[in-house]
């Protein structure tokens, strides 16, 4: 016994992928579609300009490289800067606390608290864990 002989179809052609798109959100004025990115492959530069805002980004690109690209390296320079402005808040915080004789500041006592309890508990959960009532209420 031989198999069911398949109908013919017709060969098609490639299919067609939707295009990346080059116009994003700002990160820092929220518009969306305010955000223009070029590429000059030949100079290897990414460019990225916000028509509102005025925010620029230039980085460099290589020949795989789409606008997606530049835009995640925007986001990611963004949050660095953020994390290094956090850093520095914080060390700034640290010294004016000695300079209040050792003493943290009343909004990051809580904070410093924390931190405390966590590097003294090593063991993780102490607790007596879920108790059982076998108490019947009628």
């Known amino acids: 016994m031989g198999k069911r002989k398949k109908s013919s179809r017709k060969p098609q052609g490639p299919r067609r992928n939707d295009p990346l798109p080059t116009v994003f959100t700002c990160l820092f004025c929220n518009h969306e579609r305010s955000v223009i990115v070029k590429l000059d492959k030949?100079?290897?530069?990414?460019?990225?300009?916000?028509?509102?805002?005025?925010?620029?980004?230039?980085?460099?690109?290589?020949?795989?490289?789409?606008?997606?690209?530049?835009?995640?390296?925007?986001?990611?320079?963004?949050?660095?800067?953020?994390?290094?402005?956090?850093?520095?808040?914080k060390a700034a915080s640290y010294s004016n606390s000695r300079s209040t004789g050792g003493r943290p500041a009343a909004s990051n006592r809580r904070a410093a608290d924390i931190d405390e309890d966590d590097e003294d508990d090593d063991r993780g959960y102490g607790g007596s864990g879920v108790e059982v009532d076998d108490d019947d209420y009628d």
């Open 42 to 89: 030949k100079a290897g530069v990414g460019y990225l300009d916000c028509k509102v805002c005025g925010q620029k980004f230039q980085c460099p690109v290589n020949y795989l490289d789409a606008a997606v690209d530049v835009y995640s390296a925007w986001v990611d320079a963004a949050d660095a800067v953020a994390q290094e402005a956090e850093a520095s808040a």
